[in-house]
């Protein structure tokens, strides 16, 4: 396997964990969310949801909200953008996803 296709095969894994772990993380949020409401445990503003669903608070750029550029050319306008919603199930399942890949690799 040559460096380009490896670094390509890490990038895929690294995006495939952190999407697979994200939408796990979101679902066990609105699981312990709605036993939070059933249990009267605080709804959904219990710890257990809010340590699942909560974002991780990774700012790039000046200020807490970065808004995207704007670039207005009269006739057309474009935006441009990037934002990044980590959580802790998010970043397990990239954990994992890279300890897959390590062990399925070409051998």
Same mark, same amino acid.
């Given at each position: 396997?040559?460096?380009?296709?490896?670094?390509?095969?890490? @990038?895929? $894994?690294? %995006?495939?964990g952190l &999407?697979?772990?994200?939408? @796990?993380?979101?679902? &066990?949020? @609105?699981? $312990?969310?709605?036993?939070?409401?059933?249990?009267?445990?605080?709804?959904?503003? /219990?710890?257990?949801?809010?340590? $699942?669903?909560?974002?991780? /608070? &990774?700012?790039?750029?000046?200020?807490? /909200?970065?808004?995207?550029?704007? %670039?207005?050319?009269?006739?057309?306008?474009?935006? $441009?953008?990037?934002?990044?919603? &980590? /959580?802790?199930?998010? %970043?397990?399942?990239?954990?994992?996803?890279?300890? %897959?890949?390590?062990?399925?690799?070409?051998?």
């Amino acid at each position: 396997m040559n460096r380009k296709s490896s670094f390509a095969r890490l @990038l895929l $894994f690294i %995006i495939l964990g952190l &999407l697979i772990g994200g939408i @796990l993380g979101e679902s &066990l949020g @609105l699981l $312990f969310g709605e036993l939070g409401e059933l249990m009267n445990a605080g709804g959904y503003d /219990n710890i257990v949801r809010n340590f $699942f669903v909560a974002p991780l /608070n &990774l700012n790039f750029g000046i200020g807490h /909200n970065v808004d995207p550029v704007f %670039i207005d050319l009269y006739m057309v306008k474009f935006s $441009f953008g990037f934002g990044l919603k &980590l /959580n802790v199930v998010s %970043i397990i399942g990239m954990i994992v996803s890279l300890y %897959i890949m390590k062990w399925s690799g070409e051998r």
